[in-house]
């Protein structure tokens, strides 16, 4: 079954939804020159002097490229066995796809220095929470605050049926 956007948007994790949603509304703000970069790094010396409290939150969401290639490299190492295209034509296999949007950064003259960063965050997230507590003696490091899981967490729902294609086995799930 077809999910419409909105559908989709709003099956994603409130955390979640929200900082991507920050993130995109910001990147989408400074390429369209509403805000410039330098409005949204972090600078403590205008933040304390100045009193631009913004800056301690705007750079969080200011990571655009960094955020999404590191989004890109924990979904590329969960799905191994996907095929993928680029601009048809290079195939390869999803855990070389940020290999390859870097490549294309490179290409393009850009500095891939974001994107290094990207792939080194989302390898060290998809180690510490798909690799390393798999491993003999290997444990999860990695814990949501107890907090965030009471403010965020959905309550299971008792009344929950699943759908047609769910219960005959034709829907395939992520793990």
Wanted: charged share 15%.
């Amino acid at each position: 079954m077809a999910y419409s956007f909105t559908q989709e948007y709003f099956q994603i994790p409130v955390v979640t939804r929200a900082y991507t949603t920050a993130c995109v509304l910001t990147t989408t703000a400074v390429q369209l020159e509403v805000v410039t970069p330098f409005q949204l790094y972090f600078n403590p010396d205008l933040i304390i002097r100045r009193y631009q409290l913004f800056g301690l939150f705007a750079n969080v969401f200011f990571l655009g490229q960094a955020f999404i290639i590191m989004l890109v490299y924990v979904w590329s190492r969960r799905h191994p066995l996907l095929n993928m295209n680029f601009f048809g034509l290079l195939n390869f296999q999803a855990p070389f796809l940020p290999w390859v949007l870097m490549g294309f950064s490179l290409l393009l003259g850009n500095s891939i220095v974001v994107d290094l960063l990207g792939i080194s965050v989302g390898h060290m997230y998809y180690f510490l929470e798909d690799v390393f507590p798999n491993q003999p003696g290997g444990r999860k490091l990695l814990m949501t605050p107890e907090l965030l899981r009471t403010m965020f967490d959905r309550p299971e729902d008792s009344d929950y049926r699943p759908v047609q294609e769910e219960q005959d086995g034709d829907l395939q799930q992520d793990d």
